[in-house]
């Protein structure tokens, strides 16, 4: 079993940044990959970013190409999202994510076994 727990989240204003952290437990991270999802009510989960687990592809949905970027530390068994120039439609509960089943579906939530409470993040205009 992998514990996932985020931490980061927060108020930020239009144009701002934040870095979220995602801290593994229970089991070392090598051998998973992990992924950056996020949600607002009423709406279903939405894929954000991914990170294969020998970190030789990342992959990020359309709307955060350029201004977030998914990483890793294997010493510290953990994972990151540095956000940049944040929208007001970022603001969502961002959760993370580890499966050991990367592929093309990388981007459905069913592929990941393992997720995290989740952190608000709120972008004010």
């Known amino acids: 079993q992998v514990q996932l727990v985020e931490s980061g989240g927060g108020l930020v204003q239009a144009g701002g940044s934040l870095r979220l952290s995602c801290a593994a437990s229970g089991r070392t991270l090598s051998g998973y990959a992990t992924g950056w999802f996020r949600q607002v009510p009423g709406k279903e989960r939405e894929f954000v970013a991914a990170?294969?687990?020998?970190?030789?592809?990342?992959d990020y949905a359309d709307s955060v190409k350029g201004r977030f970027t998914i990483s890793r530390d294997k010493a510290k068994n953990s994972v990151y999202l540095q956000m940049n120039n944040l929208k007001p439609e970022d603001t969502a509960v961002y959760y993370c994510?580890?499966?050991?089943?990367?592929?093309?579906?990388?981007?459905?939530?069913?592929?990941?076994?393992?997720w995290g409470q989740g952190t608000q993040v709120t972008v004010s205009s």
């Open positions: 994510a580890a499966t050991q089943r990367y592929g093309t579906e990388y981007f459905q939530p069913y592929t990941y076994d393992y």
């Open positions: 990170i294969s687990w020998i970190e030789i592809s990342t």
